[in-house]
C-alpha cells in the first residue's frame, strides 16, 4: 500500500496543467453570489494545487468549500472536476486529500485530520453523495484509498475510525483501533453502504445496498448484508444496460491477480 501512496503523491503535482491555483484569478471568495461559487479557505499554510477547470454544478446561493488548515496540507485537484454542495476538510499536519482527473463528488463530506493522514480518489471516480472520514486519532490508520473508474452511489460512508473507543473491560486492551480502508478499481458501494475501518476491497466488486462492509472484499465478488458477505463470485458490472459498456481492462479475466488490490 505504500509504494501506491508515494505513487499517487509524485503523481498529484501532475494532475491537469499542475499549477498552483491563483484563486483570485477563478473565483471571487469575497462574493458568495458568483454563479460557479467556491470558497476556499486556506489558513496555516494549506495549500489548494490543481487545475482551474472547476465545474462546482451549484445553483445560484449555493456553494461548495474547501477548507485546508495546517502546515503542509494540501488538496490536489485533476482536471474536468465537478462537485455540488461538498466540503472538502483538511487539517492537522501534512495531510492531503488528491482526486484524480474527470471525477463527478456530488453532495458529499471529505475530512481528513491529522498528522500524514491521506485520502486518494483515483481518476473517473463517481459519487453520488455521502461521508469519507479518516480522522483516526491512535495512530494507527493514515489512509482511505479508492481506485479509478469506481461508482459510489448515494448515502455511501467510509470511516477509519469510531470517533469514540471501546475497551475490554478494566482498560487493558482497545478493541475498536482505527484501521486503513483500500478500495480497488472500478468498484461499485451501492446506495446507503457502509465501509468501515481495515477493509480492504479487490477490483472490480460490487458491494450491495445497506450492507455494512468490515473485512475483506475479494476481486469479481458481490457481497451484501449487515454485516457485508459473499453472495456471488465472478461478477462484472457497467454503469449503463449493456454489457459492452464495461471498459475492457475493468472485465473478469481468469488470470486476473488483483496486485493493487
Known amino acids: 500500500m505504500h509504494h501506491m501512496i508515494d505513487h499517487a503523491l509524485k503523481r498529484a503535482k501532475h494532475l491537469g496543467p499542475s499549477v498552483e ?40 446561493g449555493k456553494s461548495a468549500t474547501m477548507n485546508i488548515k495546517g502546515s503542509g496540507c494540501s488538496i490536489f485537484i485533476g482536471e474536468n472536476f465537478k462537485t455540488r454542495f461538498s466540503h472538502f476538510i483538511v487539517e492537522g499536519t501534512d495531510s492531503t486529500i488528491i482526486i484524480g482527473p474527470n471525477c463527478r463528488l456530488l453532495d458529499v463530506t471529505i475530512k481528513v485530520v491529522g498528522s500524514g493522514a491521506i485520502v486518494i ?76 475501518r481495515g477493509s480492504r476491497i479487490g477490483n472490480g466488486a460490487v458491494l450491495g445496498q445497506r450492507s455494512f462492509l468490515s473485512a475483506t472484499m475479494e476481486p469479481f465478488t458481490a457481497y451484501a448484508g449487515v454485516p457485508a458477505r459473499k453472495v456471488r463470485d465472478r461478477v462484472e458490472w457497467s454503469r449503463t444496460t449493456s454489457y459492452d459498456d464495461i471498459p475492457e481492462r475493468y472485465r473478469w479475466k481468469e488470470m486476473d491477480d488483483c496486485e493493487n488490490c
Not at 471571487?28 to 477547470?53: H, T, V, Y
Request: with cysteine.
Open 21 to 60: 491555483l491563483d484563486v483570485g484569478n477563478c473565483w471571487d471568495i469575497e462574493n458568495p453570489e458568483l454563479p460557479n461559487s467556491l470558497k476556499i479557505n486556506r489558513s496555516g499554510g494549506g495549500s489548494l494545487f490543481g487545475c482551474a477547470d472547476i465545474n462546482p454544478l451549484l445553483p445560484p
Open 121 to 196: 480518489i483515483g481518476g473517473g471516480t463517481t459519487w453520488e453523495g455521502g461521508a469519507m472520514l479518516n480522522n483516526a486519532n491512535d495512530g494507527t490508520s493514515k489512509t482511505i484509498i479508492v481506485g479509478n473508474d469506481c461508482m459510489l452511489s448515494s448515502d455511501v460512508n467510509l470511516r477509519t475510525a469510531d470517533g469514540h473507543s471501546m475497551w475490554q473491560a478494566g482498560g487493558q486492551e482497545r478493541i475498536d483501533k482505527s484501521g486503513d480502508i483500500v478500495i480497488g478499481n472500478h468498484v461499485w458501494l451501492g446506495n446507503g453502504s457502509r465501509v468501515a
